[in-house]
């Protein structure tokens, strides 16, 4: 099982960062995906980083040049640098793995972004 602490969440400016970290714990799967995602009040939880077991990284548009995420992977931390963030962008952000041979996921408890004008 693996188990999943977020930090970094917090009350920023536009404009502002904002550094994410997601520390997993457990039997992290080889083959894996793992980054973040984020949902906002009545919407549904979007892919916003995610970085494959094989360093690949996928970002969405809408964070493409803002956003970075990193791993390391000596202390299962995977990072999200976030930079000149929007309003848009609040919303509580989930580090989640998915284990691509087994076809299970796991999900931290979501950390809050506020980005206020």
């Known amino acids: 099982q693996v188990q999943l602490r977020e930090s970094g969440g917090g009350l920023v400016r536009a404009g502002g960062s904002l550094r994410l970290s997601c520390e997993a714990s457990?039997?992290?799967?080889?083959?894996?995906?793992m980054g973040w995602y984020r949902q906002a009040p009545g919407k549904e939880r979007d892919l916003v980083a995610v970085?494959?077991?094989?360093?690949?990284?996928k970002y969405a548009d809408s964070v493409q040049g803002r956003f970075t995420i990193s791993r390391e992977d000596a202390y299962n931390t995977v990072y999200l640098q976030m930079n000149n963030l929007k309003p848009e962008d609040a919303a509580v952000y989930y580090c989640?793995?998915?284990?691509?041979?087994?076809?299970?996921?796991?999900w931290g408890q979501g950390t809050q972004v506020t980005v206020s004008s």
């Open positions: 970085i494959f077991s094989g360093g690949v990284k």
């Open positions: 457990g039997s992290i799967p080889s083959l894996n995906v």
């Open positions: 989640g793995v998915q284990d691509l041979r087994a076809r299970t996921e796991y």
